[in-house]
Each structure stands twice: as C-alpha cells, then as structure tokens.
C-alpha cells in the first residue's frame, strides 16, 4: 500500500488572500462606478460649458452644456439672469460678458476676447449674499 500526504496550507491561504483582493476590487470598482456617476449628473447640470483638452489638444473630457454651445445652438448672450431650479432654488445666476479691447505682439487688435463673470446670489438670514468668478473666453484656434 502506497499512500501520499500533502500539506495544501499554503494553497488554502493563497487562495484565501486572492478571494480578498477580488472582493476588494469588486467594491473599488463600484465606488468608481458611482463616483463616475456623480461627476456624469454634476457635469452635465452645470449652466457652464466645460471642456478638458490633453497636451495634444485633444478632447479628455466635455459637458453637454460645451457641446450646445460649439454647435452653436445656444448664443451668448452679453447679460443674462437666471433664477435657479431644484437643490439650488431661491439662487440667481449672472452672466455678464463684456469685450475686451486687446493687441497681440504685432500690435494687430484680438477680436472675440470676452471677459465673462458669473454671479451667484441668493439671501441667507435676510441678508443677499453673493460670488463672484471672472474668466477670459477667447477665439478658438482651427
């Protein structure tokens, strides 16, 4: 008779420690899935455009908002006012855009440079509170 014994210690706890991490990147990759989510409705909510470009000025990342707006279905307006809907109710949002008079290094006038500022007030305790940020827009390079 003939018999063999093998000690699969070391296998169980391999197979262990590899059930763990499978289970440990089943639940990071639904964090993700939810953080991707999130950052998908809070894009796509903004009343701004918003678009990310690489070091080789391609496309990482855009809103629908962006996309209205180089399509052209939407015009910018030089002051407008908005009052605000859903978890931001009672909030009103400023655009205000003025052009600005600029010269390149060959002294030749920039056309289609904008200062925008956006404004948001609303009233907290009775009193108006408001933010404000300022950003250049300026044409786009084709």
């Known amino acids: 008779m003939v018999s063999t014994h093998e000690d699969v210690t070391e296998r169980e706890k391999l197979n ?37 470009f690489d ?7 855009v809103n629908n908002r962006y996309a209205e707006i180089e399509a052209g279905s ?27 008079k600029r010269k390149n290094e060959n002294n030749v006038d ?3 440079l904008y200062a925008v500022k956006l404004q948001v007030a609303w009233k907290a305790d009775g009193q108006e509170q408001a933010k404000e940020l300022t950003f250049y827009v300026y044409p786009r390079q084709r």
């Open 16 to 52: 262990a420690e590899l059930e763990r991490q499978h289970l440990l990147v089943k639940q990071q990759e639904e964090r993700l899935r939810v953080q991707n989510l999130q950052l998908d409705a809070a894009l796509n909510n903004m009343v701004q455009g918003l678009a990310m």
């Open 55 to 61: 070091a080789d000025l391609r496309v990482v990342l």
């Open 74 to 100: 939407v015009l910018l307006e030089d002051s407008k006012v908005e009052e605000l809907k859903g978890a931001f109710e009672g909030m009103r949002l400023k655009q205000t855009r003025v052009p600005l």
């Open 110 to 112: 920039i056309t289609g």
